[in-house]
């Protein structure tokens, strides 16, 4: 049974960081495009970030050079560093999987498989 179970997230003031993980289990990990992707109140879910097969990292133009998305293959663990983060970051961020790879952004949300539960990310002005 594929799981992904997403941890990290919580209340900061603007400016501040947060380091969000995604478990991943259950599934070839190291063959999958992953990605994370938010979903403010009110807004549709948008792409935040996405790291290939090989480590390839893609972004949203919000959240270039603020966001580093990585990954630990040994760990089978997704990660999202969020520094500077601002109000408007403010949504619940998911991790999702892939078995193809991740293509051209925006990333095609309807081709991953699998989806994690969520974990709220807030950020006070």
């Known amino acids: 049974q594929v799981q992904l179970v997403e941890s990290g997230g919580g209340s900061v003031q603007a400016g501040g960081s947060l380091r969000l993980s995604c478990a991943v289990s259950g599934y070839s990990y190291g063959r999958t495009c992953m990605g994370w992707f938010r979903q403010a109140p009110g807004k549709e879910r948008e792409g935040v970030a996405t790291i290939g097969r090989y480590g390839t990292p893609d972004y949203g133009d919000s959240v270039k050079g603020r966001f580093t998305i990585s990954k630990d293959n040994a760990e089978n663990t997704l990660y999202l560093q969020m520094n500077s983060l601002k109000p408007e970051d403010t949504a619940m961020y998911y991790c999702?999987?892939?078995?193809?790879?991740?293509?051209?952004?925006?990333?095609?949300?309807?081709?991953?498989?699998?989806w994690g539960q969520g974990t709220q990310v807030t950020v006070s002005s």
């Open positions: 999702a999987a892939r078995a193809v790879f991740c293509g051209s952004w925006p990333p095609d949300q309807k081709q991953f498989n699998y």
